[in-house]
T-cell receptor, first 115, second 115 residues
Framework: AQSVTQPDIHITVSEGASLELRCNYSYGATPYLFWYVQSPGQGLQLLLK??????LVQGIKGFEAEFKRSQSSFNLRKPSVHWSDAAEYFCAVDSNKAAGNKLTFGGGTRVLVKP | GAVVSQHPSRVICKSGTSVKIECRSL??????MFWYRQFPKQSLMLMAT?????????EQGVEKDKFLINHASLTLSTLTVTSAHPEDSSFYIC???????????FGEGSWLTVV
């Protein structure tokens, strides 16, 4: 079955440390890939997206993600975390690519930042 | 930039009543909009695809008679939760894409509490 998996439900990281959030997908072909961030009680903000081309994607707020076809992964990274990065992060895929962007979301990873 | 606006952002209604949530694309036209539902501390689940001028397409397990979707214009989709029950309390969020683009815009979300 097609799915998006974020293996880590919670991650706690110290401020200034690096962060990596995992995302794996299970689809026949490479879908469009997205990472969103959601602060408590708020809507979604797009961090970055991958459609094709360079497999290392730069996003906002110092985030980047790397698409690895062989691993069906699209992991999100940030070299140095700030306290304001504490939030819920969602990986999402658009497997249809031509259906107006219907997204399937992973379960989310909640990031806690220690001072 | 393009904006998707939802209204109301928060609503409380009595059990058994109906409540309408609006999703508007403010400066672009969207033939397709999507409605998602998010329970506390959970991921977003697609409920339905809202198609301008035609019937919505519902995901498996979503009651179309309970969650009425109307997409009467290229900038407005509405979700009406009919005969609401406390278990319908959730965060409802819509998304839309420009007709010619691949960029997805999410609304700010609407908190529904049924008492």
């Amino acid at each position: 079955a097609q799915s998006v998996t974020q293996p880590d439900i919670h991650i706690t990281v110290s401020e200034g440390a690096s962060l990596e959030l995992r995302c794996n997908y299970s689809y026949g072909a490479t879908p469009y890939l997205f990472w969103y961030v959601q602060s408590p009680g708020q809507g979604l903000q797009l961090l970055l997206k991958y459609f094709s081309g360079d497999t290392l994607v730069q996003g906002i707020k110092g985030f980047e993600a790397e698409f690895k076809r062989s691993q069906s992964s699209f992991n999100l990274r940030k070299p140095s975390v700030h306290w304001s990065d504490a939030a819920e992060y969602f990986c999402a895929v658009d497997s249809n690519k031509a259906a107006g962007n219907k997204l399937t979301f992973g379960g989310g990873t909640r990031v806690l930042v220690k001072p | 930039g393009a904006v998707v606006s939802q209204h109301p952002s928060r609503v409380i209604c009595k059990s058994g009543t109906s409540v309408k949530i609006e999703c508007r694309s403010l400066d672009f036209q969207a033939t397709t909009m999507f409605w998602y539902r998010q329970f506390p501390k959970q991921s977003l689940m697609l409920m339905a695809t809202s198609n301008e001028g035609s019937k919505a397409t519902y995901e498996q397990g979503v009651e179309k008679d309970k969650f009425l979707i109307n997409h009467a214009s290229l900038t407005l989709s509405t979700l009406t939760v009919t005969s609401a029950h406390p278990e319908d309390s959730s965060f409802y969020i819509c998304s839309a894409s420009e007709i010619s683009g691949n960029t997805i815009y999410f609304g700010e979300g609407s908190w529904l509490t049924v008492v």
